[in-house]
Nanobody, 114 residues
Framework: QVQLVESGGGLVQPGESLRLSCAATGSIRSIYRMAWYRQAPGKQRELVAT???????NYADSVKGRFTISADNDKEMVSLQMNSLAPEDTAVYYC????????WGPGTQVTVSS
């Protein structure tokens, strides 16, 4: 059973940066999209950024210009570079890889606080 393992979360101050990474423990066939979602306390899970198998990217309006998603399809890895972090970015961040099946990571906590 392939699993996704996330890393890079933590506690930072406003304005600082973090890089989240997500790697699969095995091979995932026919990847057509990788994505990052987040869920803040008391809120629904929201889509943060996506990257297609062809490399096209999309971002939530709230993170455009601050976050950058990148992926290595051959290595089944996806990353999220987060700059200029703000308290409203505080959430549990989940990676998602869609191939023939839909895979989710367990989540990594990002806390932005002074």
């Amino acid at each position: 059973q392939v699993q996704l393992v996330e890393s890079g979360g933590g506690l930072v101050q406003p304005g600082e940066s973090l890089r989240l990474s997500c790697a699969a423990t095995g091979s995932i066939r026919s990847i057509y999209r990788m994505a990052w979602y987040r869920q803040a306390p008391g809120k629904q899970r929201e889509l943060v950024a996506t990257i297609s198998g062809g490399g096209g990217t999309n971002y939530a309006d709230s993170v455009k210009g601050r976050f950058t998603i990148s992926a290595d399809n051959d290595k089944e890895m996806v990353s999220l570079q987060m700059n200029s972090l703000a308290p409203e970015d505080t959430a549990v961040y989940y990676c998602n890889i869609q191939g023939r099946e839909d895979y989710w990571g367990p989540g990594t906590q990002v806390t932005v606080s002074s």
